[in-house]
């Protein structure tokens, strides 16, 4: 029971450096997000899409790409990263677009911190 | 968009004391409300999700939230509190256009 994985689990980067934060998930879901975990502020979302090949901006997409090539992945791009990037990230989840009863499925997270 | 407000950033109680962690929503038409709980280096795990079938919605561990309409308001309680239960916990609301919205968050403290 994979569920959703997250890679990698930590990641210290330079200002200015990108990399890619990895995640996919083995139930087959429609939907799928990225959120950002910040003390005092819950959760962002980032960015998300209902479908491969369809992605959308979430509340704080600034500074981050992403792609959806299969149903399985969902990576997150940082381009040039920046201090304020330093955080928690989360990948999450959820079948049926149309069905937005449905709870999310979370990964463990991957804790970034840019120097 | 719809949004759920936490009032409390931190609660503490005694264990076998009530706990009551407290969210408001802002919706004009029927929310799909739901409740986290994250334990420390974990991602986060659904207690339970109200969809509009009852108002009194019971999730895992022992916790239960009632949704209440006329004051927009989707609190989480459980009668005993146990030392496991110490934790984040989110409430959340999932928009029309499947966007997941979370509360700041409320760090529960549990005191032997």
């Known amino acids: 029971n994979a569920g959703v994985t997250q890679t990698p689990k930590f990641q210290v980067l330079k200002t200015g450096q990108s990399m890619t934060l990895q995640c996919a998930q083995d139930?087959?879901?429609?939907?799928m997000s990225w959120y950002r975990q910040d003390p005092g502020m819950g959760l962002r979302l980032i960015h998300y899409?209902?479908?491969?090949?369809?992605?959308d901006q979430g509340e704080v997409p600034n500074g981050y790409n992403v792609s959806r090539s299969t149903t399985e992945d969902f990576p997150l791009r940082l381009l040039s990263a920046a201090p304020s990037q330093t955080s928690v990230y989360f990948c999450?989840?959820?079948?049926?677009?149309?069905?937005?009863?449905?709870?999310?499925?979370f990964g463990e997270g991957s804790r970034l911190t840019v120097l | 968009a719809q949004s759920v407000t936490q009032l409390g950033s931190h609660v503490s109680v005694s264990e076998g004391a009530l706990v009551l962690l407290r969210c408001n929503y802002s919706s004009s038409v029927p929310p799909y409300l739901f409740w986290y709980v994250q334990y420390p280096n974990q991602g986060l795990q659904l207690l339970l999700k109200y969809t509009s079938a009852a108002t009194l919605v019971k999730g895992i561990n022992g916790f239960e939230a009632e949704f209440k309409k006329s004051e927009t308001s989707f609190h989480l309680t459980k009668p005993s509190a146990h030392m496991s239960d110490a934790a984040e916990y989110f409430c959340?609301?999932?928009?029309?256009?499947?966007?997941?919205?979370f509360g700041a968050g409320t760090r529960l403290t549990v005191k032997p």
């Open positions: 999450a989840s959820s079948s049926g677009t149309g069905a937005y009863t449905g709870e999310l499925f």
């Open positions: 959340a609301v999932r928009d029309v256009n499947n966007d997941m919205r």
């Open positions: 899409s209902v479908g491969a090949g369809i992605t």
């Open positions: 139930m087959n879901h429609e939907y």
